[in-house]
């Protein structure tokens, strides 16, 4: 395997340069399975590129148009599993806002793009290429447009200093190991529903590297004019949210959804920090100050969803509802309904049942029981029967084997429902089974009786919480506003997470704050 080495595009004097190592990618867990295909054909180009930060040569898998070209092919994949936040206005936005910040950067002839993905994950990161995406979940933690411009500075950082290219080699890795597990059970149940919790978990690019992108994301945004000491409010508020998520995701015993997943170790810039990158990239404050841009922020965010959108369909208590499909289902009271990009996921506090629900295109040409059997290859079943809901007609069956909750051993309930020009496709799964059948197998279907039409008074309740924006005109309390917070413990703490003022922070007269409507 050949060698080549590509031509140095930035001085070694960069600020911000620091030892490299390598790690993984830091995209989700529900974004990593969409990088394995593209990731497996740059195994066969190998290069040593120079760093642009740092002047230093690493080893990466792909030239810069490599890259590129690569960028631009799994953009339709992430656009295509997340979605775009419909708000052209909002995208505009950031893309201005990012475009400013890239400008500054030794690489700004790649003509960085912005997107806003349609998710409430706290989240933002770049596959390399130009290409950024920042989760509207993380937009409703910022509180100015200096925060924003740190943020997409650190994920600019990443590109400069070329941490996609360098990584991937072990994203490569880990993503065709989880492909291949899939593929080596022979059954097309057990990938369907080891899905569930089985994808690799990439969290950040490393200690060092997160590093790295923090002091070259301050340079670029302060040299756009940007106040520098936004990296480090951003910091605050997003390692409260971390902190506040850890405790939540312990107590019901899940996995968190975290930033990058690395705040934990990872030192917010100090002012000594600060004061020493705006030194070495010889910056200093503007004629008319620093830019922060509290204002339009707060207007550019307005009416902003919090949690999921209406595309997405809402959780509320233990009912689902969504405008689009004019569809609404119900769950057992506690068990948490996880409202995902790509599927319903519903679990007891234990996860010793659960039970998720997928949609696809109608096939033209099969029946339900037809289009079950090809999804399940065969293999053995039984119960097999017709069936009728709301006028949905389907078919159900139990697989001898497939659940993801025993290593596939046990059986699995599946059923699949007619709509439309749709195909909804639930699974169920419990840790133990009786007479061939998961034992909370009456649950399942009970759970697939209860979809139906949307009634005309249920509409409302298919549309999102949203947020809006209010100034604090006198003396209050955030304990005033926390009533639409859609949460039953916490109330009080999301209201403090979304203002920066957790914990037990107050607004002041002439603030912008952030409640829920």
Known sequence: MEFTVVRNYASASEPGGVRSTSSVSLLSRRASTLFALAAIAALSTVSCATNPATGGHNVVLTTVKGEQ?????????????????EDQSVQD??????????????????????????????????????????????????????????????????????????????????????????IASGSEAIAQMANIGATAWFQGYGRENEMEADRLGLTYAAKAGYRPEAMASTFKALRSQESFELQQAKAESRQPNIYHGVFSDHP???ARVIQATQGA?????????????????????????????????????????HEGMALTVAFPRGWTVNNLRDRLLVYTKQKDALLQITTEKRPEKQSPREFLLSKLK??????????????????????????????????????????????????????????????????????VETMRHLKPAEYPLAQPYRLKIVRVEGPIKLGDYVKNVPDEKFQQERLELLNGLYPKGEPRPGDFLKVID
């Open 69 to 85: 070209d690569q960028a631009r092919r799994v953009h339709q994949e992430i656009i295509q599993f997340y979605g775009l936040y």
């Open 378 to 447: 065969g293999g053995g079943f039984s119960r097999g029967a017709d069936i009728s809901v709301d006028g949905m007609e389907g078919y159900t069956l139990i697989t001898r084997a497939g659940s993801p909750l025993d290593s596939g051993e046990g059986p699995v309930r599946w059923a699949a429902l007619y709509r439309d020009k749709s195909v909804f496709l639930i699974g169920g799964a419990s840790r133990s089974s009786a007479n061939g059948a998961p034992v909370d197998d009456g649950i399942f279907m009970s759970c």
């Open 281 to 321: 990239a010889h910056i200093s404050q503007p004629p008319n100050g620093w830019l922060d841009n509290r204002d339009a922020y707060m207007h550019a965010i307005e009416g902003l969803p919090y949690g999921s959108s209406r595309e997405q369909g809402i959780v509320r208590d233990n009912r689902f509802y």
């Open 93 to 182: 936005y950031v893309q201005r806002v990012g475009a400013r910040v890239a400008a500054q950067t030794p690489i700004a002839n790649w003509n960085f793009k912005f997107f806003v993905l349609d998710d409430d994950e706290v989240n933002a990161f770049t596959p390399g290429g130009g290409y950024v995406y920042i989760h509207r979940g993380l937009l409703n933690y910022l509180n100015s447009e200096a925060e924003l411009a740190a943020v997409l500075g650190h994920e600019i950082g990443h590109d400069v200093a070329r941490h996609p290219a360098r990584t991937e080699t072990r994203s490569v890795l880990m993503s065709v190991g989880a492909v291949a597990a899939a």
């Open 268 to 270: 917010a810039p100090d």
